[in-house]
């Protein structure tokens, strides 16, 4: 049985333990998001390859927070044909005009080319809507896409 001074110090100790429990449950309650794609260590999940250039990757986070990273949004979305939908949180790809940060695929346009030489040939890079996207997409004589319209000609490529 504890003494009276040890009863003391762990009802003193007490209040700090529960501020040390909330912040680590807290913690570990945040949405699922993406991390930095990384050239030269990243392995594609489809093909398997190393990431050579992050601006033509993206990334599948699960709901458990897993992050699947893809070293072409052509991969990606073969990557999303193949997974169970339930279990994806969200999806992620890099600007290919500003490469380092992932946005959401719903927040960006896609632009599919032959002209762009993408490491899986898929030639489709993703981009910001606006003057830019606009710019990119003259130059190549790319045509606009939106994320459905990518998995669409995705699945319509592996049938092939």
Known sequence: MATGSARRRLTRRWPTFLVGLTIAVG???GQPTPRPLVEGTDLCDHCHMTMVERRFGG??????GKVT????IGCLAMGVIEADSSRIHSLWVSDFLEPDSLISVDRMVFL????VRTPMSYGIVAVRPGPGADS????LGATRLVWADVVGWARAASTR
């Open 27 to 29: 913690a570990g309650c």
């Open 59 to 64: 990334e599948l986070v699960s709901v458990t």
């Open 69 to 72: 990273p893809f070293d072409d």
């Open 112 to 115: 599919r080319s032959d002209s």
């Open 136 to 139: 990119l997409e003259s130059a």
